[in-house]
Every structure is written in structure tokens, then in C-alpha cells.
């Protein structure tokens, strides 16, 4: 904690600071999948690139409205601020409060600019307020950070019915965003792994390749492999932390230009129409007695018989680690006979091993500061759930 003395010793800046593209421009910490905090080096030339690529995809006046719903620990909010100043729109940052349901806040500010985790769009469905036609002022639809699902983009279409609706992905190792997919009507009719819409092709000046565990390159459509990332946004590695940065930052023979390329740890396929679907990360499938499973195609599964509702399947562990059972949370109260009804429906789609050994109702999803699902603690609570 800095002190009053300690303020009066700073040394004042009377002239901007002249800085060079490969100073550090912020470092944001970030937990991602292991829940062990890593600070990121982003560079000032990484996050000029991300600008310089968005900027053509996105036609508006100066003057419009950008939503602002991202914490600023949470990196979406470094693309929210600098774009919108970028283009000369007007940045609306939303109260805790509103983001709860923002729906109103959204007609009251005629926000042009949307930009949120899917979880947030999903509790307007999930209170009723994502009706048709209901954000007319909205030109451009932008979800992030989670898997977005088509059932979801359909809704929030109908709600927003003049506007591009996408879906971006990028961790903050790649500076925000690196992909991006505009979702179509035709979206309806392809058959996405467990519903999720792609997260597409490349922003300019970055290159994606998929590789085996061999890190191989993968050229076949529908062949999973981890998502490896090179180009201009991608970051400089972890903060006093070489050990990690030489793990996750690295170079590959096949690469004749020697470039750096980010391992996302994300499990990947290219489909027919050449763009890139997320299937997971590597380091969340589970296992039990011996057979290994995405939580995301169980949940797909539980989605699909409670239509308008979310499920979200944690696992319970024993001491050492090893997968007991299944827990699932659902925002729709289920009875026993709902259950068994659930229970024979997903029996083509999924093996009675891999069916959620508890049902729990929850009506509001915790989220973490950043707004994603707070995974961790709903996996914390489901061991008492279990003991019951």
C-alpha cells in the first residue's frame, strides 16, 4: 500500500514517454485452466496489430455506442477500450447491476457495440428478456471467452435482427482475439460438435496450425489436435516466470521461418468448410474407469433434452485425484421421473457411464470476476453434494 510519503517521492512525468513496439504495455494476469495466476507481457506493437486487423471488419460512424461489460482483469476489456476510442465511439460501462440482466440498459443507451461472454446473453434468455426485436439498435454482436452454442446466436439473432452476430476466440497469451466466425442462418443446418458454433479463421497476420501429440502438423478435416498460434499478437510470455514461457512459447522444426508460436492447449478440428471448431481443452477431459470424455459433449447432451435451460457437468474426485462421478448443474428444477425421461433420451448420445450421477438446481450460475462460469467452485461444492 502506497503511502503519502511514498507519493510525494514518485517522479513526476511533465513530457509523454517516448516507447518502443516491444515495451511492455500492460501485463494481466491470468489463471487460465490451472488456477495458477501467470502474468502476461503484452507488448504495445501486440496490441496495435489487434487493433489494425479489427479495424476493417467493423464499418461505423464515430459516435457510437460500445458496451463496456468486461472487468478489467479480464483482457475483452483492453479490446473494448481501445477500439472503441480507436474508431471515436462512446465506451458505456455497465454497473454490477445491470450486467446481471442488461437488457434494459442495452435499449436505454441504444448500444451499437455488443461485446460479452455468452454466459451474460445467456442469462437474458434464460429471464425471459432476449425477445424478438427487442435490440434493434445493435449493429454488431461480439461473444467471447466461452463456447457459444447455435441455439444461443439463433436467439440472440431474433433479438438483435440488425445486427452481426460472431463468435471471436483468443486466450490472452494471443492478445484478446485472434479468430473470428460470423454466424449464418446456414449455421443451423451443420452439424458442429455438441452444438457449438466455430470460432473460424484467422485475424490478419496470424497463422494456425493443428498438431499431434507428436506436434506433428495435422492436415486432415475432423482430426483433433491441439491449436498452435504465430504472428504479431502473440505476446512476449510470462512474467519472471522462464520456465512456463519456454513450455507454452516455443519454435518447431516443420517452421522453416523459425517463428514463435503460442501451444493454446486447446483441442481442435478443422471442419469441411475449413474453419477451426473447438472441441476442449486437453487438459479437461476426464477419465473414468478408463474411459476418457469431453464435459462439453455431456453437457450438449443435457442441453438438448432441457431446450432453453443450461447444465453445466463438473466432476467429483477422489483424495488422489481420480474421477468418482459426474455432478450436474441445471437451471431447470428436475423431478426424479424428469430425470429417468433425460436418462433413456440421452442413451444414443451418451453411455450410462458418463450420465451425471446427481442433478442439482441452481437458478443463478456463479461466474467469476472475468464473467465466465466459476467451474472451480460449482467442482468444490458438488464433493458435498455428493456426501449427502
Same mark, same amino acid.
Given at each position: 500500500?502506497?503511502?503519502?510519503?511514498?507519493?510525494?517521492?514518485?517522479?513526476?512525468?511533465?513530457?509523454?514517454?517516448?516507447?518502443?513496439?516491444?515495451?511492455?504495455?500492460?501485463?494481466?494476469?491470468?489463471?487460465?485452466?490451472?488456477?495458477?495466476?501467470?502474468?502476461?507481457?503484452?507488448?504495445?506493437?501486440?496490441?496495435?496489430?489487434?487493433?489494425?486487423?479489427?479495424?476493417?471488419?467493423?464499418?461505423?460512424?464515430?459516435?457510437?455506442?460500445?458496451?463496456?461489460?468486461?472487468?478489467?482483469?479480464?483482457?475483452?476489456?483492453?479490446?473494448?477500450?481501445? &477500439?472503441?476510442?480507436?474508431?471515436?465511439?462512446?465506451?458505456?460501462? &455497465?454497473?454490477?447491476?445491470?450486467?446481471?440482466?442488461?437488457?434494459?440498459?442495452?435499449?436505454?443507451?441504444?448500444?451499437?457495440?455488443?461485446?460479452?461472454?455468452?454466459?451474460?446473453?445467456?442469462?437474458?434468455?434464460?429471464?425471459?428478456?432476449?425477445?424478438?426485436?427487442?435490440?434493434?439498435?445493435?449493429?454488431?454482436?461480439?461473444?467471447?471467452?466461452?463456447?457459444?452454442?447455435?441455439?444461443?446466436?439463433?436467439?440472440?439473432?431474433?433479438?438483435?435482427?440488425?445486427?452481426?452476430?460472431?463468435?471471436?476466440?483468443?486466450?490472452?497469451?494471443?492478445?484478446?482475439?485472434?479468430?473470428?466466425?460470423?454466424?449464418?442462418?446456414?449455421?443451423?443446418?451443420?452439424?458442429?460438435?455438441?452444438?457449438?458454433?466455430?470460432?473460424?479463421?484467422?485475424?490478419?497476420?496470424?497463422?494456425?496450425?493443428?498438431?499431434?501429440?507428436?506436434?506433428?502438423?495435422?492436415?486432415?478435416?475432423?482430426?483433433?489436435?491441439?491449436?498452435?498460434?504465430?504472428?504479431?499478437?502473440?505476446?512476449?510470455?510470462?512474467?519472471?516466470?522462464?520456465?512456463?514461457?519456454?513450455?507454452?512459447?516455443?519454435?518447431?522444426?516443420?517452421?522453416?521461418?523459425?517463428? &514463435?508460436?503460442?501451444?493454446?492447449?486447446?483441442?481442435?478440428?478443422?471442419?469441411?468448410?475449413?474453419?477451426?471448431?473447438?472441441?476442449?481443452?486437453?487438459?479437461?477431459?476426464?477419465?473414468?474407469?478408463?474411459?476418457?470424455?469431453?464435459?462439453?459433449?455431456?453437457?450438449?447432451?443435457?442441453?438438448?433434452?432441457?431446450?432453453?435451460?443450461?447444465?453445466?457437468?463438473?466432476?467429483?474426485?477422489?483424495?488422489?485425484?481420480?474421477?468418482?462421478?459426474?455432478?450436474?448443474?441445471?437451471?431447470?428444477?428436475?423431478?426424479?421421473?424428469?430425470?429417468?425421461?433425460?436418462?433413456?433420451?440421452?442413451?444414443?448420445?451418451?453411455?450410462?457411464?458418463?450420465?451425471?450421477?446427481?442433478?442439482?438446481?441452481?437458478?443463478?450460475?456463479?461466474?467469476?470476476?472475468?464473467?465466465?462460469?466459476?467451474?472451480?467452485?460449482?467442482?468444490?461444492?458438488?464433493?458435498?453434494?455428493?456426501?449427502?
Amino acid at each position: 500500500i502506497k503511502t503519502a510519503a511514498d507519493l510525494n517521492n514518485l517522479n513526476i512525468i511533465k513530457e509523454p514517454v517516448t516507447v518502443r513496439p516491444s515495451d511492455n504495455i500492460y501485463v494481466m494476469f491470468t489463471s487460465g485452466s490451472t488456477g495458477k495466476p501467470k502474468g502476461v507481457q503484452v507488448m504495445h506493437s501486440n496490441v496495435a496489430s489487434l487493433i489494425i486487423s479489427l479495424d476493417p471488419i467493423y464499418v461505423i460512424e464515430p459516435g457510437y455506442n460500445s458496451s463496456q461489460t468486461f472487468d478489467l482483469s479480464f483482457d475483452p476489456s483492453v479490446c473494448d477500450m481501445f &477500439l472503441t476510442w480507436y474508431k471515436g465511439g462512446c465506451l458505456c460501462v &455497465l454497473s454490477e447491476e445491470e450486467l446481471y440482466c442488461p437488457s434494459e440498459y442495452i435499449t436505454r443507451e441504444k448500444i451499437n457495440f455488443w461485446h460479452s461472454v455468452p454466459t451474460l446473453a445467456n442469462n437474458i434468455n434464460r429471464l425471459g428478456h432476449l425477445k424478438d426485436g427487442v435490440f434493434q439498435s445493435i449493429k454488431y454482436s461480439i461473444f467471447a471467452g466461452e463456447p457459444f452454442t447455435v441455439d444461443l446466436a439463433n436467439n440472440w439473432a431474433r433479438a438483435a435482427p440488425n445486427s452481426r452476430v460472431e463468435n471471436r476466440y483468443g486466450p490472452t497469451e494471443l492478445t484478446v482475439d485472434v479468430t473470428q466466425h460470423i454466424f449464418t442462418p446456414d449455421d443451423n443446418y451443420k452439424n458442429y460438435n455438441n452444438g457449438i458454433l466455430p470460432i473460424g479463421t484467422a485475424f490478419t497476420n496470424q497463422r494456425l496450425k493443428i498438431i499431434n501429440k507428436d506436434d506433428k502438423i495435422i492436415s486432415k478435416n475432423y482430426k483433433n489436435g491441439e491449436l498452435v498460434v504465430s504472428g504479431s499478437q502473440v505476446t512476449k510470455g510470462y512474467l519472471n516466470d522462464n520456465k512456463k514461457t519456454n513450455q507454452s512459447f516455443v519454435r518447431f522444426k516443420w517452421d522453416k521461418n523459425n517463428h &514463435l508460436w503460442y501451444r493454446t492447449g486447446d483441442l481442435v478440428l478443422l471442419n469441411q468448410d475449413n474453419n477451426i471448431e473447438c472441441i476442449g481443452r486437453i487438459d479437461k477431459q476426464i477419465k473414468i474407469s478408463g474411459r476418457r470424455i469431453e464435459l462439453g459433449e455431456i453437457e450438449a447432451a443435457l442441453r438438448g433434452q432441457i431446450k432453453g435451460y443450461d447444465a453445466i457437468v463438473v466432476p467429483c474426485k477422489n483424495k488422489r485425484g481420480i474421477v468418482q462421478s459426474l455432478v450436474a448443474y441445471v437451471t431447470l428444477d428436475l423431478s426424479d421421473e424428469d430425470i429417468r425421461v433425460i436418462r433413456k433420451s440421452c442413451a444414443e448420445k451418451l453411455e450410462d457411464l458418463f450420465f451425471p450421477k446427481k442433478f442439482i438446481y441452481i437458478k443463478d450460475i456463479p461466474t467469476t470476476i472475468s464473467g465466465k462460469i466459476d467451474r472451480v467452485l460449482l467442482e468444490k461444492k458438488a464433493i458435498d453434494y455428493t456426501r449427502d
